[in-house]
């Protein structure tokens, strides 16, 4: 597939900080979580975003959506109580969770509009996301952004465990999220979804070098110049970029972040992936060079030779 009189027969672009704020939207649903299940069984904010850490840490991702049940002090209060969990804690703590993010979960101001002109000045230039998110909570955000149906390929890590109760060995699920699990629900996506192992994440080359076999422009390597890279990360985006010789586009915008807001996070997240969600700017004067600084998500627009 080509993109017709497009400067770039592909782009692929990262998801968390380049296309929404990833931190602002994560810390302020997360922490409502953490209240709502909080207030269910009588712990603190900092007491459960503590156990937290273990459970991102026990499961290679901050973003489990199944944390509630795996916290210490939800499985000490309910034991073998699965039911009361459910309906209790983890039903609040999703609720809460849902409605915070109604209010932040939106895309970068200019981003609906400049992949909807992409769209209708190169129909088959293909738009493609990766990141290291599970599959399923990439295809969720995108989703709830309201920018899914843009993508020609979601390219995600694989979907969470089930959580399971050791002394019943019942899967700690209600029945239409297990439903909507094993289904592997894909909120109605037309395009390709392909789902990475592990250790295929960035800055790892091979999730990005997956994508380019699979839009045969791997080799000879001069095809790669027509790719065009887009991350937040100057480390993990923009590094892998220049290792697999593409246009590397930086997303500046998305390394800016209050420091009150990656304090919070810090709370919750384990160390190694404050470094992996989010860059920062003030630790690095030895980065990579982007071979183009995007100020906002539009200036892939005059990337694009088509305007702001
Ligand atoms: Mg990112």
Redesign the pocket.
Known sequence: MTGGNSPYSLIVT?I???VFNWVDYYVTAFNALLDAVGQCIGSSREELAGQAKDVFSAHGSIEYPFVTQELKSVNKYYGDDIDGMLTGAVWKGREAFNLAAQSVLHPYSDVVRSLAKIKRTYPNLPIVALTDAPRYVAMWKLNKLGILNFFDAVYGLADPRVPICMLTSRIKLDNEILVKHLQQINFGFKGKIRILPDDYEKPGIRGLKTVLMDYDLDEPIERRKKVLWI???LRK?VGLGNRLKLRSAWAEY?ADLPPALLASLALFSPAQNIHKNVYLKSSDSDAPKPDVVFQSFSDLLTELNIGK
């Open positions: 990262d968390d900080n380049t991350g937040d990360n985006d998305g």
